[in-house]
C-alpha cells in the first residue's frame, strides 16, 4: 500500500485535538520535487494562550511549516492541526479565525494605507460591510499608523508596511495569530510597540505563533518556544526552562585578566575569553569557592565573581551547533 495521503482523515486526530493545543502536529512532513526534504517529522505543540517563539537556523523549515499550517502548501505526509482541525482540508472555516503575516505583506502601492486595509476587510466574507470604516481606524491606531493612513502604500517604509500587514491581521477578533519577523524593519521604538502590542493581543486570549531571528525577542515576549534545526525539531517547551537547562558563563571582573585566564584554564575551565576587565568562561565541574579561593591565592585582584544565567542564545548555539542569524 502506498502512503497515506495528508489530506485524509486521520485515526490519531482526537488524540490532538482535545489536548488544549491551538497548533499540533504529528510527524509532519514536507520533501519537494528533486527530494529535498524540508521538514522531517515534526511534532509540535501549541499551547492555547501562549506567545510561541519559533526559531531555527536559515533552511531550517520554519517558514515551510508556516506555510502548511495555514493551508498554503500541502505536506507530504504527516497531519497538521490548527483550532482543533485538520489542515488544509478545514481551511475554509479555520482561516476566518487566523490572522497572518508570513514572508511581508502583500499591499497595493497605488492605494493608501487605509485603502489598503478596507480591500482586505471587503474580501473577508464575515465582515460587516456597515462597521468596515470604524474596523479599519481601529486597527490603524492599534498599530500606530492612524497619522500615515492616506499615505500611499509605495511611500511607506518597510517598518511602515511591516505595521500595515500587522494591522490588516488585526481587522477581526483572532484566536490565532501566526506573525513571521513581524519587527522586521522597526526601529527600536517600533519594536517595543509590537511587543508590548503581542504582550496585550495574549492577554485577550489570543494566542500567538511568531517567527523570528531575534533571539532576545523571542526571550523578552514568549512563552514557549521551539527550535528547529535541518528540518527536526530540537526541543520545544517553556522559555524559561530551556535556557535552564544550560549552565551560565562564569564571570570574573578584574584588572588582572591575563593571570585570572591563565588561573581558570589551569583549574579546568573552558572557553576563556578575555574582554577589558572581564574574564568569562564555561565552569569546570568544581566548587565555585574554591576556584575563587585559586584566583585570590594566585595574586588576582577579584573584583567581581559569579555565573551569568544562561540565555536562550546559549541554549539555541548548544543544541543547534549554529549561529543565531536564522532568517529562513
Known amino acids: 500500500m502506498g502512503e497515506p495521503s495528508a489530506t485524509e482523515p486521520d485515526q490519531e486526530g482526537a488524540a490532538h485535538s482535545g489536548d488544549g493545543s491551538v497548533i499540533a502536529t504529528r510527524a509532519l512532513t514536507k520533501r519537494f520535487r528533486g527530494g529535498q526534504l524540508a521538514v522531517d517529522g515534526l511534532d509540535l505543540t501549541v499551547p492555547a494562550g501562549s506567545v510561541f517563539g519559533f526559531l531555527g537556523p536559515n533552511g531550517s523549515g520554519k517558514t515551510t511549516t508556516i506555510r502548511m499550517l495555514m493551508g498554503l502548501i500541502e505536506p507530504t505526509s504527516g497531519t497538521a492541526r490548527v483550532l482543533g482541525q485538520p489542515m488544509p482540508r478545514a481551511a475554509r472555516g479555520v482561516l476566518p479565525q487566523v490572522g497572518a503575516l508570513i514572508e511581508g505583506p502583500a499591499l497595493y502601492g497605488f492605494l493608501s494605507g487605509r485603502d489598503n486595509l478596507v480591500r482586505y476587510d471587503s474580501a473577508d466574507p464575515t465582515a460587516d460591510p456597515r462597521t ?18 492616506g499615505k500611499k502604500a509605495r511611500a511607506y517604509s518597510l517598518g511602515m508596511k511591516q505595521r500595515l500587514g500587522l494591522a490588516a491581521a488585526l481587522l477581526q477578533p483572532r484566536r490565532l495569530l501566526v506573525l513571521d519577523e513581524p519587527t522586521n524593519g522597526l526601529d527600536p521604538q517600533g519594536m517595543r ?15 500567538v505563533f511568531l517567527s523570528s531571528h531575534l533571539l532576545d525577542e523571542i526571550e523578552q515576549v514568549c512563552t514557549h518556544a521551539a527550535v528547529m534545526a535541518q528540518g527536526r525539531l530540537i526541543t520545544q ?18 584588572p588582572d585578566t591575563g593571570d585570572a585566564a591563565r ?11 578575555i574582554t577589558e576587565d572581564r574574564v568569562t568562561a564555561e565552569p569546570p565541574d568544581r566548587e565555585l569557592a574554591d ?16 555565573v551569568e544565567r ?11 551547533g549554529e549561529g543565531f542569524d536564522v532568517a529562513g
Open 132 to 149: 468596515r470604516r470604524a474596523r479599519v481606524a481601529a486597527a490603524l491606531e492599534r498599530v500606530g499608523l492612524t497619522a500615515a493612513a
Open 193 to 207: 510597540e509590537i511587543r508590548q502590542l503581542i504582550r496585550e493581543l495574549a492577554a485577550d486570549g489570543t494566542t
Open 237 to 254: 517547551g517553556a522559555v524559561a526552562e530551556l535556557a535552564a537547562g544550560r549552565r551560565g558563563r562564569l564571570v570574573v571582573t578584574t
Open 263 to 273: 588561573v581558570l584554564k589551569e583549574q579546568g575551565a573552558g572557553d576563556v575569553v
Open 291 to 306: 576556584l575563587n579561593a585559586a584566583l585570590v591565592t594566585a595574586g588576582v585582584r577579584v573584583r567581581g565573581f559569579g
Open 310 to 320: 544562561a540565555s536562550l542564545e546559549d541554549a539555541f548555539v548548544a543544541l543547534t
